[in-house]
């Protein structure tokens, strides 16, 4: 039986691209409105695993979704880098300069600035969403209008790529986790990654004395975020991945943590991916 | 004379609303179309400072608007900390049940979910701004339409608030950075925050070493935010802010630091604002 896996968005999107090189394509896709569907999908159990963005190199984390996964008690079992490629495409035989307005996503045109400053007779017009707008241009045969999207969107639509990595800034990279609602997918020997939260007071050295003990323990940082709890001024909360060669080394560190911070909680356990 | 002030957005925004409560009423303000077009106006000295977002406490970091900061260096000469209410308002002499449809920001949209789920015959429309919808509004004489902005909005464009405070999450604190191309704006002696730029090697342990001489000179870590360099691997850089009570414990951490890591860089010395 195919694979159920929920992303945020639609069919030729970016997380549906991520979904199918990290499952293969033999999977049913749900698609949802957004990311709190995603975790309802996941919760009535409609969808057995989720895909959803994280990090970004450009903007930062995506700390909503670092919130839902929290809130939820969702695990994160996996995770995938992605390049993000923005291309130009249109209907089937359309030329450049047919082109007289592109529509996509507001963060996606931006991303292309300096593409479309070198073609100023385009007009940009802002859409929901990067996929939509390619289906949208595929369904109501719209001649003149080029959309902004995954390379994935051209494929699933129909459409022809006038321009590829239109991008400006070229190492777009997302990281995408693929999160379900229990964990344990994978025995410990493959286990070289976690995700961490916890708290701590606001004692003098308090952040430098845990990254003592995790060094201690063999344990390297690749990504800290601290975060202000917002009920308890001076109290802070940090996200923390941990890279490691063997589980017992982390799991000498889990033990010192768990007495050392407040709230000390695993988001998951997972094989690393290539970043 | 008074002091000119860019601002990303329109009369009646977010950010007029800090510079308001930052500066004091006798401000000129340049409204700029995007933060790139903040840092030209601060560049060619058409406006002195500037007012930019930079952290939300629920969606984190700005991590673009610090990239301006850093690539252009700007300097942060203060801060301020807003609590963002949303506020529901439409022309003077509507009524809630006049009110067909509500046009806003989608994430001012979105952070009002729960209020308009007991709201369910009015159409969400999604716009670009929330202040300019206000204006709109006003402008047009638009009846049975209200806009989701900030209490200041009202005021401009001479609207009334139909609803107060419709947000969901009740602590929605964003912290806003006044920005100049040139430093030293106070004495030494008020000075009791920075906010720090470094890269660190992958080499187990350098951040933890970092902290510690942190901590053995007195400062206070405020938040950290590690961001992977994209065309170095391996390779992390920080953005830190720390508080101190002195001005010297803080200068002989600097020395040390500038030896201790590459590309140390302040980007801002300051007084720390009321969170």
Redesign the interface.
């Known amino acids: 039986m195919d694979l159920k896996i929920a992303i945020q968005g639609i069919k030729g999107s970016f997380h549906h691209q991520v979904a199918q090189q990290y499952f293969g394509e033999s999977i049913l896709l749900e698609e949802c409105d957004s990311f709190n569907e995603v975790v309802r999908a996941l919760k009535a159990n409609r969808s057995e695993k989720a895909v959803m963005a994280i990090e970004n ?8 979704n670092y ?1 839902l996964i929290d809130k939820n008690d969702l695990h994160i079992i996996g995770e995938y880098y992605l390049d993000i490629h923005m291309n130009l495409m249109a209907l089937k035989g359309q030329k450049m300069e047919d082109i007289k307005e592109v529509h996509s996503h507001p963060i996606a045109l931006l991303q292309c600035e300096v593409f479309f400053s070198q073609h100023p007779h385009i007009k940009l017009v ?1 859409s ?1 969403d990067t996929a939509e707008t390619a289906h949208r241009i595929q369904k109501h045969n719209l001649k003149g209008i080029a959309a902004v999207a995954a390379p994935i969107a051209a494929q699933m639509y129909d459409l022809e790529i006038l321009a590829a990595g239109i991008h400006t800034i070229k ?1 777009n ?1 997302t990281r995408f986790v693929v999160v379900k609602t229990k964990n344990k997918e994978l025995p410990k020997e493959e286990i070289n990654k976690a995700s961490l939260k916890f708290e701590l007071d ?1 004692t ?2 308090s ?2 004395t845990v ?2 003990v ?2 201690n323990c ?1 344990l ?2 690749t ?6 709890i ?2 308890t ?1 001076f109290q802070y909360a940090f996200f923390v991945d941990v890279i490691f060669e063997k589980y017992k080394h982390y799991e000498k560190a889990k033990k010192l943590l768990e007495i050392m911070t407040t709230h000390f909680k695993v988001l998951g356990e997972y094989k690393q991916g290539k ?1």
Chains 1, 2 share one sequence.
């Open positions: 190199s450009i903007a930062g984390s995506i700390l909503p919130a802002e929901i190492s990279k606001d003098p050295g952040l430098a990254l003592n995790m060094n063999k390297n940082l990504k800290i975020q601290s975060l202000p917002i009920e001024p970043p």
